[in-house]
């Protein structure tokens, strides 16, 4: 079946560095999404990507899906310490109604 | 606040119990899906529902079932509870199937199965 895959699993960033997670998909998708999840809290979305080589900017956050469908990145430039947190990427399949979400990549920030 | 309600918030069992964990959607939300975040795990879908109608199965155990009602808010119940059971389970909503539908998040169900 699809899976998805996330790395680095962790990333421990100084405050004011930037970073990027990687998301990585055995089968082309359809669609990924983003999530991110605080300490004690509940997923949240973040954003969709639909196209191939679709890239959306949220402030310091952009977001990459690759050109083949199968591989997406989020960048996060000047890291702060509201940027903690768990990031999970989610995509589906052409024929799959349910998203496959990644293991997440857990964000520390050094202040 | 995502507008979707989930109760207990907290569940402490024995193994071999059953349980049963609510949620309520959205309004207007017509999906429902139940996702298993063990600690240090990513989000494991479990089952998803629309409009009453069961729309997609994960890896979802045997001794795990879940329904959704004519009012639209779902249980999931959970039976012969093991050890490996204790988990977060999370419900999510969105408007309509499709996967491309944003999901919005409950704050979760911690169950603790001694």
């Known amino acids: 079946g699809q899976q998805v895959m996330q790395i680095p699993q962790y990333q421990h960033v100084q405050e004011g560095e930037d970073f990027t997670t990687y998301c990585n998909s055995s089968?082309?998708?359809?669609?990924i999404q983003w999530y991110k999840q605080r300490p004690g809290g509940h997923p949240v979305f973040l954003i969709q990507?639909?196209?191939?080589?679709e890239v959306k900017k949220q402030k310091r956050l952009t977001f990459q899906f690759g050109e083949a469908k199968k591989n997406s990145s989020l960048h996060i430039t000047a890291t702060q310490t509201t940027d903690v947190g768990t990031y999970f990427c989610?995509?589906?399949?052409?024929?799959?109604?349910?998203?496959?979400f990644g293991a997440g990549t857990t964000v520390t920030v050094r202040a | 606040d995502s507008g979707v309600t989930q109760t207990p918030k907290h569940l402490i069992t024995a193994t071999g119990q059953r349980v049963t964990l609510r949620c309520s959607p959205r309004?207007?939300?017509?999906?429902v899906y139940w996702y298993q975040q063990s600690l240090d795990q990513g989000l494991q879908f479990l089952i998803q529902?629309?409009?009453?109608?069961?729309?997609a199965k994960g890896n979802i155990l045997e001794r795990f079932s879940a329904q959704q009602f004519p009012d639209l808010h779902s249980e999931l119940n959970l039976s012969s509870l093991e050890l490996g059971d204790s988990a977060l389970y999370f419900c999510?909503?969105?408007?309509?199937?499709?996967?491309?539908?944003?999901?919005?998040f409950g704050p979760g169900t911690r169950l603790t199965v001694l």
């Open positions: 990507l639909v196209k191939s080589g």
């Open positions: 529902y629309y409009n009453g109608e069961e729309r």
């Open positions: 999510a909503s969105s408007v309509s199937s499709g996967r491309s539908n944003e999901q919005f």
């Open positions: 989610a995509g589906s399949a052409s024929n799959d109604y349910k998203l496959s």
């Open positions: 089968t082309t998708l359809s669609n």
């Open positions: 309004s207007g939300d017509l999906s």
